[in-house]
């Protein structure tokens, strides 16, 4: 019995620093555990590919000094096994599943430029899994910690939406609500460079679409697919 314990605590230790790690690793099937939505993807995936997905991991921080002229803005961040890091050039396995988790820490909202971002596209089912709120353990609220749970949608209102993930070439779009944390899958195809975009004016100047707007590794940036 002793030795059975052992092998399960040692199991649950590996695969906590496996999840934990976010970019770059092969975890799990395509379900959605205790998340309210299981996506099936046998029609979506390749015969020949691999079945397990890569996981892609973003984090979306607010007060980040763009220049002491413009000040803070927001920006997307990598995370990788060794930490945040800049999201300007994002690799990708090519013809393999992909599972994208965004984690926001922005509680502003901005409404896309165009109406058509508010909607989930190039995901599999075309939905995305939300859960919110990411301050659970702030000293907001009568208890201190709230928990809204998480829901499969196909689109998010304008006015909940703080940044989008957009791959124009790739026909993906996944919105983004203020203080949340979104988790989709998709695929990609052939090997290239493909621009991503955040399509929500959430830059400096009248229009809101300078500084971060306008700079790789803040709100745009490549994915390199090889």
């Not at 649950?12 to 099936?40: H, K």
């Not at 979306?60 to 990788?80: A, K, R, W």
Request: aromatic share 6%.
């Amino acid at each position: 019995m002793m030795g059975k314990q052992m092998k399960t605590t040692v199991g649950l230790i590996v695969l906590g620093l496996v999840l934990s790690t976010g970019l770059g690793y092969y975890v799990g099937t395509i379900s959605i555990p205790q998340r309210g939505a299981t996506i099936t993807t046998s029609a979506s995936v390749s015969s020949s590919g691999p079945t397990s997905p890569y996981v892609l991991t973003l984090v979306i921080t607010t007060e980040n000094l763009f220049n002491p002229s413009v000040g803070d803005q927001p920006t997307y961040y990598l995370l990788g096994p060794n930490g945040l890091q800049s999201s300007a050039n994002i690799t990708l396995p090519a013809n393999h599943m992909i599972e994208v988790v965004i984690t926001n820490y922005d509680t502003g909202n901005a409404i896309p430029t165009v109406p058509k971002y508010e909607n989930v596209s190039g995901t599999v089912n075309g939905t995305m899994s939300v859960a919110s709120n990411n301050g659970v353990n702030s000293t907001e609220g009568p208890s201190g910690i709230v928990i809204t749970g998480s829901q499969a949608v196909s689109s998010i209102s304008p006015a909940l939406i703080s940044h989008t993930f957009t791959v124009p070439r790739l026909n993906l779009n996944i919105p983004v609500a203020a203080n949340s944390t979104s988790m989709a899958y998709f695929m990609t195809g052939a090997p290239g460079t493909y621009a991503w975009n955040c399509m929500t004016p959430c830059g400096s100047g009248s229009n809101g679409l300078g500084a971060s707007m306008e700079t790789p590794g803040w709100m745009s940036g490549s994915v390199v697919i090889s």
